[in-house]
């Protein structure tokens, strides 16, 4: 006789709710989830509305007890710091999960889904969902405070320049645009030989020192004022200043070496011609077209100055010309140039043009000029020359005329000048009729001199019909692929039109 087990399923017991008798799962509190809620809140406590403040200038939020943090709708450091606000009441209820319900960008309005468990009657566990509402109320922060007064700073930046001629501080304006390295500034101010740059702290002005030490040849002086001290906590109050100058050649100077310089140089001669001023000096020898570099802190060991000033340019016209094909390279010469070409040249002045006098030279220029061309020099024979390393030099080593430029009607590049740049805002004082000829003549470098214009941003100037002359004088132009163009866009770190 074989003994059988009989299979049993086994279920669930279930009882009533002592509330209202629906059958239910047995649990510690032995009440339905429905009546349990209704006798229990475990949100209570948990503020419902809570404030948030935002600036809207520095579109920053504020993160008690002093910080500004900046923050993209719905990101997780918005999340956490709308937590924040509430973290009081949450220490006595689990957090399950928390996330941003969706609300329209222009509301002032930001909604936070929370799930929360809690443990109430006999050790049962109950969960509850609900939505906390932060209304987004206006505020400006101290930072912004201080630069809509105009008058605070911590620190000012002193750029120099002891030059007749704003081609360098041209240049450096469009290298600032380009890395936007004036957006912490509180304001910028233009007086008559270089630009004050004022900041809320010392970190920006020293990071914007460190970007004009690698843009251009520069060196420093920092000091600093005591404005007031707590003896009790032992902090200070510091005003910093930079002192900041720039070497004082520009592009076009013709300049003479001392005679160890010109000999480090690869025995170059001590006559130059400055092509180009980056974050180093660019020169060329216009008799052998040999290059070289000289950077800021060669140049402050061993100084030179411009021989003439830039409104003694005056204007040739070249009688002839020929190519030298063979250049005689002496022991240990540098680097030539292979954009240029040399060659000998008979010019002769404009205002000269009733008598016979003719001079000789030699330029770097051969590739670009003809016989019949006009032409911008210097006539070093018929000037004084006040310079200490040109007085020691022999007489014959000095050259009559020092070319320095092609000639080209303005009038006509103007008028077919279908490009632009942006300026910075800054205030202006003592303005000189003569700003608007230097910027003429920056912009006439940059048609020329491609290797500058590879670090400007050029814009397009739709208000000029694209167009080219065909009795044009061969000047140099700016090609469409060169250019951006000039797009408005006013958004704020959110993606939106802003509050």
């Not at 170059?268 to 052998?288: E, F, G």
């Not at 070249?318 to 094909?325: A, G, K, L, Y």
Request: with cysteine; proline share 4%.
């Amino acid at each position: 006789m074989e003994y059988m087990t009989e299979s049993t399923n086994r279920s669930p017991g279930h009882i009533l709710c002592c509330e209202c008798g629906v059958p239910i799962s047995p649990n510690p509190a032995n009440i339905c989830v429905a009546c349990l809620r209704s006798k229990v809140d475990i949100s209570q406590g948990i503020p419902k509305q809570v404030s948030i403040s935002f600036c809207k200038q520095c579109q920053r939020y504020f993160q008690p007890p002093g910080t500004w943090i900046q923050c993209a709708l719905e990101s997780r450091e918005l999340l956490a710091l709308c937590l924040k606000k509430i973290k009081a009441p949450l220490s006595k209820v689990r957090l399950v999960d928390a996330g941003f319900v969706w609300t329209e960008p222009h509301s002032k309005r930001l909604k936070v889904k929370l799930t929360i468990q809690k443990e109430v009657m006999n050790g049962a566990i109950l969960q509850q969902v609900f939505v906390v509402d932060y209304v987004v109320q206006s505020q400006m922060c101290g930072d912004c405070h201080r630069v809509e007064a105009k008058d605070f700073w911590k620190a000012v930046i002193q750029v120099r320049q002891k030059t007749l001629h704003k081609k360098t501080f041209y240049y450096l304006e469009q290298l600032i645009l380009k890395y936007g390295m004036h957006q912490n500034t509180l304001r910028i101010k233009e007086i008559h030989d270089g630009l004050d740059f004022y900041y809320s702290s010392k970190q920006h002005a020293q990071k914007m020192v460190e970007f004009l030490q690698c843009t251009v040849p520069c060196r420093y002086k920092a000091s600093q004022r005591l404005i007031s001290q707590d003896i009790h906590s032992n902090t200070y109050n510091y005003k910093s200043t930079f002192s900041v100058e720039i070497v004082p050649i520009c592009k076009d100077n013709v300049v003479c070496l001392p005679p160890k310089l010109a000999q480090s140089l690869g025995n170059m001669n001590q006559i130059c011609v400055c092509i180009r001023v980056t974050s180093a000096i660019h020169l060329i020898d216009p008799n052998t077209l040999q290059v070289a570099d000289v950077d800021g802190s060669t140049f402050w060991n061993h100084p030179f100055n411009s021989l003439c000033h830039p409104k003694q340019l005056e204007e040739f016209i070249v009688m002839d010309c020929s190519i030298v094909r063979d250049i005689k390279r002496g022991a240990g010469a540098g680097m030539i140039s292979k954009k240029h070409t040399l060659g000998e040249v008979w010019v002769q002045k404009t205002s000269e043009m009733n008598t016979d006098k003719q001079y000789f030279c030699r330029t770097h220029l051969g590739h670009l000029l003809n016989p019949g061309d006009l032409v911008l020099g210097f006539d070093l024979a018929n000037c004084n020359l006040n310079d200490e390393h040109v007085n020691k030099m022999n007489s014959d080593r000095v050259p009559d005329v020092v070319l320095i430029k092609k000639s080209y009607d303005r009038t006509k590049r103007q008028r077919r000048r279908n490009w632009k740049l942006k300026e910075l805002a800054r205030e202006r004082e003592n303005m000189d009729s003569d700003d608007e000829r230097q910027y003429q003549d920056f912009l006439e470098d940059l048609e020329e001199d491609e290797t500058i214009r590879k670090n400007v941003n050029i814009y397009r100037d739709s208000a000029i019909p694209v167009g080219s002359d065909t009795d044009d004088e061969g000047a140099p132009q700016i090609s469409l692929a060169e250019m951006l163009e000039d797009l408005h866009i006013s958004q704020d770190a959110t993606g939106e039109e802003g509050w």
